[in-house]
């Protein structure tokens, strides 16, 4: 496998593999270094990946094993997350990463239909978590202008999912 | 925000747009000449660079006195080894003189020390290259030249001792390959001078005819 290619495939399987390890890990914060190192890890040993066949799994068993390996060593060891590595089925990650994608490609969708002021207040304040001091300085409004900017972007999407 | 479905999709918008980063990220990582050993932003892994140094450095304190230790040890080792090794010389040159008392008999003598056995080996059982060694002879044939003047017979070999044909190489010497040359009879003899325009009085030598 090139490198190109084998450098997209890693970053096709990386929402699968964060998913994974947040169900194992509970903490998105450690997921992200665990999807991390496997991948970094996966990378050096791209020479070896050649006679891969299912690179897909074999990622997912690697991320699944240090997960294992993160568990045992941290102090709040829990068997049921551990148990939990044999309940964790690849397709239903697979299913829930397409799910995301959708819903994310649908709210794009939505938003694209709103004014350009609602849909930066819309995505400062539920996408990104800015503040609405944050957002009062970055949009040079009041803050009741804020709140009504808001508000009129929030109905015109519930209207749309309606 | 009530709706359960447009938390549901702002959840999803913020899970892609947390994922497009870390891809980022790691294609920006992974794109570099040198991946790094470590990833940079993990902030659990630096026990484990501690604990490899310290397991190093520990592995290192460990060894030395070992090394050392060996270091000491050299000096016996090779005394071992000479002792060895004039164990295998005194066997040998035992060996050796029992080999020469087999072909050249000589009262047995009795040494005390391996010192002495080893003197003895010396000087007896090794042999004198320089005087011993002999230039190797080579059996020599001698060859008789063969030249008859006019009108005369060659002369019978004084006895029957078998004489080389000349056109015989020396390498092809054997028994086989010797035979008596024949008196050349007088009336082929004329034959040749008158054939070849020779003078009867002009010595005539069979030699010019590669006989």
């Known amino acids: ?10 970053m096709a399987l990386q929402p699968a593999l964060q998913l994974t390890a947040e169900k194992l890990l509970r903490s998105e914060a450690d997921a992200e270094d665990t999807v991390q190192e496997t991948v970094i890890d996966l990378w050096q040993r791209r020479n070896e990946l050649q006679h891969v066949r299912d690179l897909r799994a074999y990622a997912m068993q ?46 794009d969708t939505m938003m694209a239909q709103l004014p350009e002021r609602q849909r930066e207040a819309v995505t400062m304040r539920y996408i990104e978590g800015v503040s609405h001091e944050e957002m009062q300085r970055r949009l040079g409004m009041s803050s009741t202008n804020v ?16 | 925000m009530e709706n359960k479905e447009l938390q549901e999709l702002f959840a999803a918008k913020r899970t892609t747009e947390a994922n497009r980063r870390r891809q ?9 000449a040198a991946v790094p050993a470590a990833p940079a932003k993990s902030r659990r892994l630096w ?10 450095i520990a592995l290192v304190l460990l060894t030395m006195p070992g090394l050392f230790r060996r270091a000491g ?12 090794i004039e164990a295998i010389d005194t066997i040998e040159a035992i060996e050796t003189i029992e080999t020469i008392e087999t072909i ?21 059982a090794l042999p004198d290259l320089e005087t011993e060694t002999e ?3 080579t059996p020599t044939i001698e060859v008789p030249a063969i030249e008859l003047a006019d009108n005369a017979t060659p002369e019978p070999p004084a006895s029957n001792a078998p004489r080389i044909h000349r056109r015989t190489s020396t390498s092809m010497v054997n028994s086989s390959n010797i035979e008596t040359v024949q008196p050349m009879p007088s009336d082929f003899q004329n034959f040749l001078a008158s054939a070849f325009g020779t003078e009867t009085d002009t010595p005539f030598n069979l030699t010019t005819f590669n006989l």
């Not at chain 1, 490198?3 to 997209?8: F, R, T, V």
């Not at chain 1, 699944?64 to 939990?84: G, H, P, Q, V, Y």
């Not at chain 2, 040494?111 to 056995?117: E, K, L, P």
Request: aromatic content about 4%; hydrophobic content about 45%.
């Open chain 1, 1 to 10: 496998m090139a490198q190109e290619a084998l450098l997209d495939t890693l």
């Open chain 1, 62 to 107: 690697s991320l699944k094993n240090r997960c294992i390996s993160f568990l045992r060593k941290s102090r709040d060891i829990a068997t049921d997350r551990i148990e939990l590595l044999d309940t964790v089925d690849d397709d239903a990650i697979r299913e829930e990463v397409a799910l995301t994608e959708e819903r994310a490609a649908r709210l």
């Open chain 1, 147 to 162: 709140y009504a900017t808001l508000s009129r972007a929030m109905s015109a999407l519930k209207s749309m999912i309606k």
């Open chain 2, 24 to 32: 980022a990220e790691l294609r920006q990582q992974l794109e570099a």
């Open chain 2, 47 to 56: 026990p484990v660079w501690a604990g490899s140094i310290a397991a190093s």
């Open chain 2, 73 to 84: 040890e050299q000096p016996v080792l090779v005394a071992e080894a000479g002792e060895a």
């Open chain 2, 104 to 124: 050249n008999p000589k009262p047995a003598k009795t040494f005390h020390s391996t010192a002495a056995v080893l003197a003895a080996a010396e000087e007896e």
């Open chain 2, 135 to 137: 230039e190797p002879t």
